[in-house]
């Protein structure tokens, strides 16, 4: 885990990210928060001063990399990259209660929402309540309790890039494995960031 990331990434463009966010985390409830935010995240994609760091366009082999970009002193939010190569995805999975919202800024990924049908015990019964394949300069939010999904680089030979943006830092969330049908086990998950390439 990295407890002071912020240092560790510059880029350029950085400040006018960083002014973006904060100007749309005050917008008011969690619905208009992710909703500014959606708006400001195409925005900074399309954004030619914005450029994120080298690193991000640099795979890992046995995992997506999680980089965190910056993490707001006064307002708590927390801006990670996500570098997906070919094949690599996450399992069906939870935000810890966090809002966030979520954008391609390079490739393409895709996303499929999970609704909880049930629970018993550490099982959960969900249904896949729709899916997309997301480019670059779109984004999405999830807002508790709709907050599963599952989100994955189906590209054979081009890597994708997402920036999220968390209410908080998310260090844990719970993954969900396929049992038999509908049915999925409940695991509990460490996040870890990676560090600059
Ligand atoms: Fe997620």
Known sequence: MNDAPDSTFTFPGKDKLVAV???????G?????????????CRMIRDHDVHLPHCVHEPIADHYARRELYRSPTRGYSVVAMTWAPGQGT????HAGLWC??????????????????RDGDRCRFRAAGGMHAGPGSAGSLIPPHEFHTIRNTSPDAI?????????PMDHCTAFQPVGGEWYQRVAKTLCTDEAA
Not at 21 to 27: G, I, L
Not at 91 to 94: E, F, K, Q
Not at 160 to 168: E, R
């Open 91 to 94: 399992p069906v999975h939870d």
């Open 21 to 27: 966010v904060d100007e749309a985390v005050r917008a």
């Open 29 to 41: 409830d969690e619905h208009a928060v992710t909703a500014a935010l959606r708006n400001a995240m």
């Open 160 to 168: 994708a890039i997402s920036l999220h943006i968390y209410k908080a």
């Open 101 to 118: 919202v979520e954008g391609v800024w390079d490739g393409e990924l895709e996303i499929v929402q999970y609704e909880l049908l049930e």
